[in-house]
């Protein structure tokens, strides 16, 4: 299923319409400058594709959008916990319906907020009040923007990320800069690290780069593009390519699907890694444009 090429339930604006896949809304933007879509399961960016260009978020052809589990793809949204130290793995946000706030444009673009608080379910598994806010700028680049609130009488902590997927057109042509030369490789156990000024794919990477720089490029080499993220909030950068055995264990991945892709993202890596007294706020960001 073509997820642009969906019905439209409502039309919001000129370049805003919501439309539906397996019961999950979809908030779809068509506009001079840029298309992308949000799922409000998860607020799960889903697509952008700037005007002009190549996609540049992959999904995988096999996701599976279903409101009990999280799509694979996209820019998945992991909050409060980042990795699996809690139930469910990389938080509750990935799988929680988030509500749209508003949305707005002009000639550059489209913004889109959705927000994420609070209820019975969610304090069953972490037991704190929260406001979140996910914006979304969509135009010739992309930012991302989560925004999360203390709104309980005492202090808490969190970590996660911005889990994104990025489209490559060879995995073996594509190499990363950015990321800095410390790392935790999940694939030895989490043993430290030290590694060059680039990183090129040869086998499965799974890396928390604990000294990023705040711009990490991915080179493209088969799209002739470099893809140019430029993170905040962060302590972190997570680099993860799945590679051939992965993938093939992977219900919700096509055999081959670790060759057009790689994860770059912006990480809060530990559960304990930004501490909001009531009242206090902390946004994390990434931001994406194409350069040639």
């Given at each position: 299923?073509?997820?642009?090429?969906?019905?439209?339930?409502?039309?919001?604006?000129?370049?805003?319409?919501?439309?539906?896949?397996?019961?999950?809304?979809?908030?779809?933007?068509?506009?001079?400058?840029?298309?992308?879509?949000?799922?409000?399961?998860?607020?799960?960016?889903?697509?952008?594709?700037?005007?002009?260009?190549?996609?540049?978020?992959?999904?995988?052809?096999?996701?599976?959008?279903?409101?009990?589990?999280?799509?694979?793809?996209?820019?998945?949204?992991?909050?409060?916990?980042?990795?699996?130290?809690?139930?469910?793995?990389?938080?509750?946000?990935?799988?929680?319906?988030?509500?749209?706030?508003?949305?707005?444009?002009?000639?550059?673009?489209?913004?889109?907020?959705?927000?994420?608080?609070?209820?019975?379910?969610?304090?069953?598994?972490?037991?704190?009040?929260?406001?979140?806010?996910?914006?979304?700028?969509?135009?010739?680049?992309?930012?991302?923007?989560?925004?999360?609130?203390?709104?309980?009488?005492?202090?808490?902590?969190?970590?996660?990320?911005?889990?994104?997927?990025?489209?490559?057109?060879?995995?073996?042509?594509?190499?990363?800069?950015?990321?800095?030369?410390?790392?935790?490789?999940?694939?030895?156990?989490?043993?430290?690290?030290?590694?060059?000024?680039?990183?090129?794919?040869?086998?499965?990477?799974d890396r928390v780069y604990t000294q990023p720089e705040d711009t990490i490029t991915v080179h493209d080499a088969g799209n002739s593009r470099k893809l140019v993220i430029t993170n905040s909030g962060h302590n972190s950068a997570v680099l993860w390519n799945p590679w051939a055995e992965l993938s093939h264990?992977?219900?919700?991945?096509?055999?081959?699907?670790?060759?057009?892709?790689?994860?770059?993202?912006?990480?809060?890596?530990?559960?304990?890694?930004?501490?909001?007294?009531?009242?206090?706020?902390?946004?994390?960001?990434?931001?994406?444009?194409?350069?040639?």
């Open positions: 299923m073509d997820l642009r090429q969906l019905s439209t339930l409502t039309a919001l604006s000129d370049a805003v319409t919501i439309c539906e896949y397996n019961g999950i809304k979809i908030v779809r933007i068509i506009h001079e400058a840029a298309e992308a879509g949000i799922s409000l399961h998860g607020g799960h960016l889903v697509w952008f594709k700037p005007k002009g260009e190549n996609d540049v978020i992959w999904l995988s052809e096999k996701a599976e959008f279903d409101t009990a589990k999280a799509i694979r793809g996209g820019i998945p949204v992991c909050w409060p916990w980042f990795g699996k130290v809690a139930t469910p793995s990389h938080g509750f946000a990935r799988n929680s319906e988030w509500t749209l706030k508003e949305h707005r444009e002009n000639d550059q673009g489209v913004i889109v907020a959705l927000t994420l608080e609070d209820s019975d379910a969610t304090r069953a598994l972490w037991p704190h009040k929260f406001n979140n806010v996910l914006t979304f700028e969509i135009g010739a680049s992309l930012k991302v923007s989560l925004t999360s609130t203390n709104t309980d009488s005492t202090p808490w902590h969190f970590g996660g990320a911005l889990h994104s997927y990025f489209t490559v057109a060879d995995i073996k042509q594509t190499h990363v800069t950015g990321m800095g030369s410390q790392y935790i490789d999940s694939t030895q156990g989490g043993k430290h690290e030290e590694g060059g000024e680039q990183l090129h794919f040869e086998q499965e990477v264990s992977m219900g919700d991945m096509a055999d081959n699907s670790f060759e057009t892709m790689v994860c770059v993202e912006s990480t809060l890596n530990k559960p304990d890694s930004i501490t909001l007294t009531p009242g206090e706020s902390h946004t994390l960001t990434t931001q994406v444009s194409v350069s040639r």
